[in-house]
């Protein structure tokens, strides 16, 4: 059931900025890393993904910087909307894009107009 | 492409009764495909993994009588709750994918047992 006094870490911006969501994944095995967004009542939205023989990758608004160093993903937005509003959870597989993903404890972007 | 559809999107349930819900792959054919349970403010957390033609293969801690796993198709799979009781309310989503593409995921089932 759900754990007493649980609560997603969030982050705050204001409309327009730049926000930048951190992870940190647990099996150095991995090879493969997705970060997804999720709005309320729905199911996770892809957003972008990486391969582990990668360091960064680009799309539209968004890149993801991956340290193998220190197992650590990161997701930056561009000019932050407040539709960009939801939680954010980075998730790990190895072996192959469709293996069963492992996910991150998830981050509330807050989107202040 | 890839889009996953379940089930019903909310269920309500007594306690002690079983509840099935459906994950299909609309436009794309899965012999594999992995069942998420996710508590309010909480990640995602892997059930099972469901393999078409062939058992689930479940998670640690995850008991395979009370959730039962069919994937009897390329494009269908069901999980049963079994006996259900309040602490199985949760938000149960399904997910799959075509090769070497990233997973996509359903819309998830609201579970609620009273």
């Known amino acids: 059931g759900e754990s007493v006094g649980l609560h997603l870490p969030t982050l705050s911006v204001q409309e327009g900025d730049n926000s930048i969501i951190n992870c940190a994944y647990s099996?150095?095995?991995?090879?493969?890393f997705i970060w997804y967004k999720q709005e309320s009542g729905k199911g996770p939205q892809f957003i972008i993904d990486i391969r582990s023989n990668m360091d960064k990758r680009q799309g539209q608004r968004v890149t993801v910087l991956l340290n193998k160093t220190v197992k650590h993903l990161s997701l930056q937005i561009a000019a932050t909307q407040p539709g960009d509003s939801a939680v954010y959870f980075c998730a790990e597989t190895y072996g192959g894009a469709t293996n069963k993903l492992i996910f991150g404890t998830g981050t509330l972007l807050a989107v202040q107009p | 492409g890839a889009v996953v559809s379940q089930h019903p999107s909310r269920v309500i349930c007594k306690s002690g009764t079983s509840v099935k819900i459906e994950c299909r792959s609309l436009?794309?054919?899965?012999?594999?495909m992995f069942w998420y349970r996710q508590f309010p403010k909480q990640s995602l957390m892997l059930m099972a993994t469901s393999n078409e033609g062939s058992k689930a293969t479940y998670e640690q801690g995850v008991e395979k009588d009370k959730f039962l796993i069919n994937h009897a198709s390329l494009t269908l799979s069901t999980l049963t709750v079994t006996s259900a009781h309040p602490e199985d309310s949760s938000f149960y989503i399904c997910?799959?994918?075509?090769?070497?593409?990233?997973?996509?995921f359903g819309n998830g089932t609201r579970l609620t047992v009273t």
């Open positions: 099996n150095s095995a991995s090879d493969y």
């Open positions: 997910s799959a994918g075509v090769s070497n593409s990233p997973l996509h």
């Open positions: 436009d794309f054919q899965a012999t594999t």
